[in-house]
């Protein structure tokens, strides 16, 4: 947040305790908030105070600027030859004022334009450390919420450590699939990722444990029926592995098919290794062709408990509304195609055949869900007395978790996916949040978001709801996914319906136009991708809780964490979204070399 930090800091008292016999720089930007305390802590190298100081003039003009160095000569002559290439023009002034002082130089730079003040020189250039570091934090929450060490049987994810205000001590269907779709990223990375070279087999024991652990759940008589009648669709338990009795939003029927795209996914991993006793373990653990449902078939029971209720109204992952929900049909599709493909390889027909018949039914249903007046998706149909635009979160983390890369109607990079979410962004604009109400383009345009605009849970109750960490951590994966998709292409087509989309990150994008790799538009509006991304993860940046941590939600008005503390969603969310940054920049190297 803003703060009344003078321009230029004092020499005095700042030096580096732990790097004494090395440089120190500080940047302090007036009316802005761009002293990272870490670099009290940690010492930045001569790399840092460039870098900033490459944003600066990439940027043109920011708002009274002033750079500080304490360097040895060297360092002072590069910054120096930088400094000589600053820009000339009527909306930029620069000073450079020379001072000695305790065995260094200082250099003043001030820049004067009101179009940009909030810490966009930070989003694509100073993020990196903090991202490497948050993502090691991340990934120890999240193994801290599952099993003993949370407090909970072996293999079952907590939502939350949080018992009260709220109580979020307990283990949900969806948040655990997701997170441990976010597990198998770690333990066997993707060919495009760079985040995890060799993968981490250690993992393979804890998606064991995962697996066992639920397939026990799924035979669990509960409030929303039996093994065989219903009971897949219960959407929490208690954290011994028992049936939660209260009342509750049921069924949810989203849990099967997202868990049933993890296990499939491992399934389909184990074929491939050939080990002994993989197939064993697939049939006696996962799939067992020569049955319907049955203990031992958690991926087969997930499959066609989806297969026969897809079409059935149940609640919403936010758990508020009964109705039929793109989410839920969404990720049940992909589920039932990847189930067909497995049970294809496991030489069970009459299966496939059934999951590909259900799955292209969902996706003659889905058409339903298009608004083409209104230019978006919405989130829910069939719902009485829904009350709301259709604009929610939901649609964004049906694209990041069910939106396939390549389908031009529903994947992730269609434009329809496009023009929902811009639109999702947009609702979250004209003052609804305090804290995004920041001169120039904020965080490179960013905007702290939430589930949806009209949403009124506070994390504790119900008044005025904040942003969450996981909705504004998904905005950041879609973009870098989308981006990720058009530099595999080659090109950028701008449709009637994606225009709005592109507009926000090149204005002057019209209808017709198809950007082409080398013509350099191309190349420009990937970039700016990129930076409005980054933007997002810097909005996390800016309001994490102590020590890296992340709640559910934070105040809408100053940033302050609230809600069930560590969120194992939010964890999982942010090493998505840096997943995604991490193959989009792997992929556009590789493609610009």
Known sequence: MPTDKPSLLPVTNQTNEKHSSGPTYHLSVKTCDVIDPDYGRAGPSTRHAKSHLKGLLSLGAVTSVALVVLASSSDTACLSSAISRLPSTSSVSSVVRWATGYDSSVHELRYQDEACRHRPQETSLEIDDWIDEERDISHRAILDNIGPRAGAIPGLVIASPSKSHPDYFYSWTRDSALTFSTIFDRFLPGPNSTAYAHGDPSLEPLIREYIHAQGNLQLLSNP????????????????????????????????????????????????????????????????????????????????????????????????????LHFFTLLASRVALERGAALATRLS?????????QEANAITDRLELFWSPDRNFISATIDAPRFGRSGLDSALILAFLHAGEQGDGVWGIAGERALSTLISYVDSFKNGLYKINDVPGDGWNGAIAVGRYSEDVYNGDG?????????????????????????????????????????????PSAKSGDVYQRGDGVYEHVLEKLAGWADGFLLIGKSFEGPEGSFTEQFSRLDGTPTGAKKLTWSYASFIEATNGRNEYRHISALKRD
């Open 462 to 506: 119900m008044s005025l709801a904040n942003p969450w960490y996981l909705c504004t951590f998904g905005v950041a994966e879609m973009i870098f996914r989308i981006a990720i998709h058009f530099e595999k292409v080659d090109q950028i087509p701008i449709t009637p319906i994606s225009l709005h989309f592109w507009q926000n990150v090149y």
């Open 224 to 323: 929303s029926g039996t093994f065989l009648d219903g009971g897949l669709g219960e959407p929490k338990f208690e954290v011994d592995g028992t049936a939660f009795h209260n009342s509750w939003g049921r069924p949810q029927r989203d849990g099967p098919p997202l868990r049933a795209m993890v296990v499939s996914q491992y399934a389909e991993y184990l074929l491939d290794r050939k080990e002994p006793f993989d197939s064993t373990y697939i049939n006696e653990n996962i799939y067992n062709p020569k049955t319907v449902m049955a203990k031992g078939s958690i991926l087969k029971s997930d499959l066609e408990y989806t297969a026969h209720n897809w079409h059935r109204n149940s609640f919403d992952l936010w758990e508020e509304i009964n109705g």
């Open 348 to 356: 069970d027909p009459g299966a496939a055949s059934f999951y590909t």
